[in-house]
């Protein structure tokens, strides 16, 4: 497509529910990223995949995140026993390598009640 | 302090005038790259400089490296209130074979607001 997709665009779940969180990247991107930004931080690290490995997992902040990419493009994260410090805006980007800027999505912005 | 810190954490300014936004960082990198955002949104990639450039301009935008400063600095001239958005550093770190590592760290940010 013609930047990267990221839906839903806001989610609003109760605290201990499981989500997915969808990014369709770029075509031809063989690199993905997730990020976590809260209100007036940078966004933080949480996963990179090269194709359909993750090539650094060391951002996800514990074994309730998860995420995939099985045939090298679409990624979903994964949340599971969501808690009320999951709310951010969870931002994906996609590259085509490593010496290339990223194009981000537009977000989704998850919200814990 | 985390790697890519970003001074001022806020700038105010007039339309027409130039912003100056400075970046440290920690570690040795492959490249920095600056990014704007606007309203929490995603971030949009405005300029990639490479460790061994020192200088690079994109339209009214001028960014600086200075490696044995660990410093870089993103100049916009003759700003206008559009440029009003979130600025960020962010840093690829090297690996030995000197390609990056595809992981950025991104910086806290430096709030712009021109003023009509």
């Known amino acids: 497509g013609a930047g990267v997709s990221q839906t839903p665009s806001n989610k609003v779940t109760e605290k201990g529910k499981y989500v997915e969180l969808r990014c369709d990247p770029i075509?031809?991107?063989?690199?993905l990223y997730w990020y976590r930004q809260s209100l007036g931080q940078g966004p933080e690290f949480l996963i990179y995949?090269?194709?359909?490995?993750?090539?650094?997992d060391s951002g996800l902040p514990n074994d309730r995140f998860f995420a995939v990419r099985p045939e090298g493009s679409v990624s979903t994260l994964k949340i599971q026993r969501t808690e009320r410090g999951d709310s951010a805006m969870y931002l994906c980007?996609?590259?085509?390598?490593?010496?290339?800027?990223?194009?981000f999505g537009s977000g989704t912005r998850l919200t814990v009640v | 302090s985390q790697q890519g810190e970003e001074d001022p954490q806020a700038l105010s300014i007039q339309e027409g005038e130039n912003a100056t936004m400075n970046c440290s960082y920690k570690?040795?990198?492959?490249?920095l790259q600056w990014y704007r955002q606007n309203s929490g949104r995603g971030l949009v990639h405005l300029i990639l400089?490479?460790?061994?450039?020192r200088e690079k301009h994109s339209g009214r935008l001028r960014v600086t490296l200075d490696t044995s400063k660990k410093s870089s600095s993103l100049l916009i001239t003759a700003s206008r209130a559009a440029d009003t958005a979130s600025y960020f550093c962010?840093?690829?770190?090297?690996?030995?074979?000197?390609?990056?590592?595809?992981?950025?760290?991104f910086g806290q940010g430096t709030i712009l607001t021109v003023h009509p």
């Open positions: 980007a996609s590259s085509r390598g490593s010496l290339d800027g990223y194009t």
């Open positions: 075509s031809g991107h063989t690199a």
């Open positions: 995949f090269q194709g359909t490995g993750a090539a650094d």
């Open positions: 570690t040795s990198i492959n490249n």
């Open positions: 400089i490479r460790s061994n450039e």
């Open positions: 962010a840093t690829a770190r090297g690996n030995a074979g000197g390609t990056s590592y595809g992981k950025l760290t």
